[in-house]
């Protein structure tokens, strides 16, 4: 394919966790424009992403979940594919953050970041894997990864373990699928504009560090991931499997 339906998603329906803001958001509007149907899927209201999928007359529908509770995300999942499926793309975007010295992490600050960053990522791609296998139908996972899948950060234990897992997780599906219609892939996100990552733009000294070593020069922006979504859920990336899209303004090449 060679025309610009390669990056067409017309008629297909895409499953965006984390889809009220930030990367989530910017990710459902770049389906969105690129023609996908998109369920946003979250605990908070889709109000605001519901509002700007509108704007530009695509159509998205709202699920609701906690999804730090792999029960809820999977029922969420099954309750979606009845309400609005068949379901052909998953994104896996949900995710936290805590900052806390290695020496003082607690078990708690542990699993509720590795509960939903890559437990219940695992079990929502499962969830979709099921399905897709058993109507042979194929099917996209994407999954969100960060620059700490790849290096080890600094007082983020349990995110580091989680991004690194979600890159493993992705790898491993992408062998067990690849061969059978679904493509499991991951972006990783350099640092991005977003609640995620405001502390760290508040705090001049760690802001200052982290802009200095990124070539582009800017912090990256939702659309910049939505772009790189829309490749991976598109028919142009058909063979591309077990991969991890860098968006990070060049900082991993530094
Ligand atoms: P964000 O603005 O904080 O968004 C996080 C999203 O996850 C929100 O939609 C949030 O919903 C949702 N979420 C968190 N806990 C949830 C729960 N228990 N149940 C349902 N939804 C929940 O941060 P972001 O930067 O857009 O992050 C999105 C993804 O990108 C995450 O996986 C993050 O690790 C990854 N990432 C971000 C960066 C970056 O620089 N920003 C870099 C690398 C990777 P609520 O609004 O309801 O909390």
């Avoid at 078990?107 to 099921?130: S, Y």
């Avoid at 760290?200 to 912090?219: F, M």
């Amino acid at each position: 394919m060679s025309d610009l339906s390669a990056f067409s998603l017309a008629g297909k329906t895409v499953l965006v966790t984390g889809a009220n803001t930030g990367i989530g958001q910017g990710i459902a509007l770049g389906l969105g424009r690129a023609g996908a149907r998109v369920i946003g899927a979250g605990r908070s209201s889709m109000a605001e992403t519901a509002a700007l999928l509108a704007g530009i007359g695509a159509p998205f529908e709202a699920v609701t979940a906690d999804l730090g509770s792999t029960a809820a995300a999977q029922a969420m999942f099954e309750a979606a594919w009845n309400a609005h499926g068949p379901i052909d793309g998953l994104v896996n975007n949900a995710g936290i953050i805590t900052r806390v010295d290695a020496v003082d992490f607690t078990e708690d600050d542990w699993d509720r970041v590795m509960d939903i960053n890559l437990k219940t990522m695992f079990f929502l791609c499962q969830a979709l894997g099921r399905k897709a296998l058993a109507a042979g139908r194929p099917a996209r996972i994407v999954n969100i990864a960060s620059m700490l899948s790849f290096q080890g950060g600094i007082r983020v234990a349990s995110y580091t373990a989680s991004k690194s897992g979600v890159l493993g997780i992705t790898r491993l599906l992408a062998n067990e699928w690849a061969g059978r219609g679904i493509n499991v892939n991951a972006i990783a996100p350099g640092y991005i504009e977003t609640n995620n990552t405001e502390a760290l733009r508040n705090d001049p000294d760690r802001s200052a560090a982290i802009l200095g070593r990124i070539p582009a020069g800017r912090w990256g922006l939702p659309a910049d991931i939505g772009d790189a979504a829309v490749f991976l859920m598109a028919p142009a990336s058909n063979y591309v499997h077990g991969a991890v899209i860098p968006v990070d303004g060049g900082w991993l090449a530094r």
